[in-house]
């Protein structure tokens, strides 16, 4: 399987900081990469896919960068919904594996 | 507005079985591969199952393989997860998610349902 690491595993920011989140993954998936936010006691939302493609009605601060092994979410200022926590998962292969979360808590 | 409920979730003894369903709504269904995720409580996420938009191709994790049945009823706007054998480890919030695709060509999840628990527990 495809192991995906995400750092940091929290984090704690401060309303219109930038922030960046990596995403590793253990080998090569090209561009099959999402970002998912899940707020407590929610379903995920998906943000991007295709490492960098903006899904439909997520804000423009959110963007998403890379290929290969190693990926990035940036959320360019920071607003006070986006205090949750982010999943980057690979579609390269089968299982499809997420990474562990990255908690982005208010500072 | 698309959306996607899950149900059937429950207290279940290990061993035995029980089937969660998604019923969907606001998009044309067989249009869509569709997607089973499950959270354990206070864990991560973990991909369960996939199926086509016609059923004709399945996929799924080493954990549940041959113990899960994914299917679905494009009359009925049902997606369905066949459980057996169930154990300790299979306890978690078990997801719906709708494919932005028919083929399990892109595996993007959206949207979400809001989950149905299972509990396995004697």
């Known amino acids: 399987d495809i192991q995906m690491t995400q750092s940091p595993s929290s984090m704690s920011a401060s309303v219109g900081d930038r922030v960046t989140i990596t995403c590793r993954a253990s080998q090569g998936i090209s561009s099959w990469l999402a970002w998912y936010q899940q707020k407590p006691g929610k379903a995920p939302k998906l943000l991007i896919y295709a490492a960098y493609i903006l899904q439909s009605g997520v804000p423009s601060r959110f963007s998403g960068s890379g290929s290969g092994t190693d990926f990035t979410l940036t959320i360019s200022s920071l607003q006070p919904e986006d205090f949750a926590t982010y999943y980057c998962q690979q579609a390269n292969t089968i299982p499809y594996t997420f990474g562990q979360g990255t908690k982005l808590e208010i500072k | 507005e698309v959306q996607l409920v899950e149900s059937g979730g429950g207290l279940v003894e290990p061993g035995r079985s029980l089937r969660v369903s998604c019923a969907a709504s606001?998009?044309?269904?067989?249009?869509?591969?569709m997607h089973w995720v499950r959270q354990a409580p206070g864990k991560g996420l973990e991909w369960v199952s996939g199926i086509t938009s016609d059923g004709s191709r399945k996929a799924y994790a080493d954990s549940v393989k041959g113990r899960f049945t994914v299917s679905r009823d494009n009359a009925k706007n049902s997606l369905y997860l066949q459980m057996n054998s169930l154990r300790s480890e299979d306890t978690a919030l078990y997801f719906c998610?709708?494919?932005?695709?028919?083929?399990?060509?892109?595996?993007?999840?959206?949207?979400w349902g809001q989950g149905t628990l299972v509990t396995v527990s004697s």
């Open positions: 998610a709708k494919d932005l695709g028919r083929w399990l060509q892109y595996n993007w999840f959206d949207p």
């Open positions: 606001g998009f044309t269904f067989d249009d869509y591969a």
